[in-house]
């Protein structure tokens, strides 16, 4: 199962994106089980966890994104968003969305995020 991540581009500071992520062959009961989350990666550092929530909904965000990013998922669609409002120049890099359960740990192929001042 490939996940399909989109929705990255360039935006000036306060502006706001939406990222999507789909798994779109997976069968609905496998994507119910599994604890989705975005992650950033800029050059130089190691990917960081921005916001994940999990089979039942409950939502963690890294401090820096806190109300201004929300992650959330839709089932019908087999799609996981994050949708980052006031975005900053520090919210630059890419981000990975990635889909974990016990047996198996996905990711996507990277969305490119630029944020200008």
């Known amino acids: 199962v490939q996940l399909q991540a989109s929705g990255g581009g360039l935006v000036q500071a306060g502006g706001s994106l939406r990222l999507s992520c789909a798994a779109s062959?997976?069968?609905?009961?496998?994507?119910?089980?599994?604890?989705m989350g975005w992650y950033r990666q800029t050059p130089g550092k190691e990917r960081e966890m921005v916001a994940v929530i999990s089979s039942d909904r409950a939502t963690k965000y890294e401090d820096s994104v806190k109300g201004r990013f929300t992650i959330s998922k839709d089932n019908t669609k087999r799609t996981v968003y994050l949708q980052m409002n006031s975005l900053k120049p520090e919210d630059t890099g890419v981000y990975y969305c990635?889909?974990?359960?016990?047996?198996?740990?996905?990711w996507g192929q990277g969305t490119q995020v630029t944020v200008s001042s």
């Open positions: 062959r997976m069968i609905l009961s496998v994507f119910w089980g599994y604890n």
């Open positions: 990635n889909f974990k359960d016990a047996n198996s740990d996905l």
